[in-house]
């Protein structure tokens, strides 16, 4: 069955940097698209970034120039690079994936922006 498993998450100061990971197993990782969502208690999840089976990305205005994903198709897994976090990044961070029009979601990866 499908499985995203994230991790990567943790506490850091703002300014500072995390790489997420997301993990992906049974379906054909390299021919769909990835997507990297986040959610604040009480708000909608919102899409962080998206990268296509060529490897073209997508991201939203919010954290264009400091986030960065990238895909490994070997090792069927998706990256989050996060530069210069701000503490407006805190969130729990999901990686999703739709397939034949059903959606798939990680448990999720929680990422803390503090002093």
């Known amino acids: 069955q499908v499985q995203l498993q994230e991790c990567g998450g943790g506490l850091v100061q703002p300014g500072g940097s995390l790489r997420l990971s997301c993990t992906a197993s049974g379906f054909t990782f390299s021919t769909y698209v990835m997507k990297w969502f986040r959610q604040v208690a009480g708000k909608e999840r919102e899409l962080v970034a998206e990268?296509?089976?060529?490897?073209?990305?997508n991201y939203a205005n919010s954290v264009k120039g400091r986030f960065t994903i990238s895909r490994d198709n070997a090792q069927k897994t998706v990256y989050l690079q996060m530069n210069s976090l701000k503490p407006e990044d805190t969130a729990v961070y999901y990686c999703?994936?739709?397939?034949?029009?059903?959606?798939?979601w990680g448990k999720g990866t929680l990422v803390t922006v503090s002093a």
């Open positions: 999703n994936t739709r397939i034949l029009g059903r959606v798939y």
């Open positions: 990268i296509d089976s060529g490897s073209g990305t």
